[in-house]
């Protein structure tokens, strides 16, 4: 056998796979466009439930549950004024406390808002990071230990609200000034 059998035989393998695969995907596709499989991909089924049932909770409510219990380890919370947020539905608490103790109090009061407020535990959002659901909010924030933040005296602390169905604040319509009839 010479090099140029060899290579022959080579693309009549590569050719008779080829010419499988084409069969094999066409009868997949024959067997879906018969028995409808591919329609129930695409079908929709409207919107998904709500994760939480009962009425919302005001968000008064729950920044006051996390300021409760998170100043009762020591942290004290600010609000956001909510016109610096851009999102409905959000909240974010700040504040400053001690390096060597953020990362305790911090799971300190999130373990006092699950006691002492109802609060649940949320989903995991990896590392470093706690998470509370009470109602239809979530809380989430960041150890500060876990993003590096060690290395002053005082870390930030941000805890971020978020209820179900949030979504960017409309801007408010501004009016142009419509000339007055004296004017004309």
């Known amino acids: 056998m010479n090099g140029t059998e060899g290579a022959d035989e080579t693309v009549r393998l590569r050719r008779g796979r080829a010419g499988l695969t084409g069969l094999a995907m066409t009868a997949v596709l024959t067997m879906t466009a018969t028995t409808g499989c591919g329609a129930l991909l695409l079908e929709d ?3 998904l439930p709500p994760r939480h049932s009962g ?4 968000a008064d409510t729950v920044v006051s549950d996390l300021t409760s219990a998170l100043k009762a380890e020591g942290i004290t919370l600010e609000r956001t004024p909510q016109d610096l947020i851009p ?3 959000h909240e974010r608490l700040t504040a400053e406390h001690e390096s060597a103790t953020a990362d305790t109090a911090l799971k300190a009061g999130f373990a006092r808002a699950r006691s002492d407020h109802g609060w649940q535990t949320g989903h995991g959002m990896g590392e470093g990071w706690l998470s509370l659901r009470k109602g ?3 809380a989430a924030t960041v150890l500060p230990g876990a993003s590096g933040a060690d290395a002053s005296p ?3 602390i941000v805890i971020t609200l978020m209820c179900d ?4 604040k409309s ?3 501004t009016e142009s000034p419509r000339p007055s009839p004296a004017s004309s």
């Open 45 to 47: 089924k409207g919107p």
């Open 55 to 58: 009425p919302p909770l005001p």
């Open 87 to 89: 999102t409905e539905c």
């Open 136 to 138: 239809n909010w979530t």
């Open 154 to 156: 005082t870390s930030m």
């Open 165 to 168: 169905g949030g979504r960017s």
């Open 171 to 173: 801007s408010p319509r």
